[in-house]
């Protein structure tokens, strides 16, 4: 029987839904050179009122912008262009350049939070818990919240199948009947799926 380790690490890029056109490329996005909150990559981001992405708080409740999957930017130690998958929250001469993806069709593998989730949930909608990057492996270490598996349309994610069905027998993440067993979403409330303004 497989084991599910604890070890969140964010929104992890996994392929994309069938059926819609391929826009499988990141988006260039912008974060201020004075925006302190870090970001590791498979960290969602959302607008801010200034038009640059940003780290989502801890109980989001607005609509993302996408998954954020790395930057660059001039160091200002350094003082030359550095290409990285975390955004620390300082050491930028200016704003930084980030990738994020924004594809609607786009989905990605997540851990839940604590208790396991169940293959009946399959077709519902999930928020998630952000975390604190890390620093040492770059990624993020937010996941998603069981506890909030609903109908609810405004809720950023829609669980599409469990892993357990597409990885290898034995794959850590795939004992459903244990918590941390992870979870395949894909985009439900993101900017480029609905139309409401930002």
């Known amino acids: 029987m497989a084991t599910n380790n604890n070890a969140p690490n964010g929104f ?7 059926g819609g056109a391929p826009t499988a490329g990141l988006t260039r996005q912008f974060v201020s050179s004075g925006d302190t909150s870090a970001l590791g990559y498979g960290d969602p981001v959302q607008y801010n009122t200034s038009g ?18 790395g930057c660059d930017y001039v160091s200002t ?3 030359k262009r550095v290409w990285l998958n975390y955004w620390a929250g300082s050491g930028a001469a200016g ?11 786009a989905m990605c593998m997540a851990e839940p939070y604590n208790t396991a989730i169940s293959s009946t949930t399959i077709g519902l909608n999930i928020n998630y818990v952000s975390g604190t ?3 040492t492996t770059q990624f993020s270490t937010a ?12 809720l ?10 597409v990885a290898p027998p034995g794959t850590n993440g795939t004992n459903n009947t244990a918590a941390f067993n ?3 979403v894909a985009p439900n409330n993101w900017d480029r799926r609905v139309i409401t303004a930002i």
């Open 12 to 18: 992890q890029y996994f392929g994309r839904l069938e």
């Open 52 to 69: 640059y992405v940003t780290a989502v708080a801890s109980s989001p409740t607005t609509q993302l912008a996408g998954i954020f999957y």
């Open 77 to 79: 130690a350094l003082q």
């Open 95 to 105: 704003d930084v350049t980030v990738r994020v993806c924004t594809d609607p069709d």
């Open 133 to 135: 990057p890390n620093s």
């Open 143 to 154: 996941a998603v919240g069981q506890s909030t598996i609903s109908t609810t349309s405004t």
């Open 156 to 165: 950023p994610f829609r669980i599409i199948e469990m892993y357990s069905q």
């Open 182 to 184: 992870r979870v395949i």
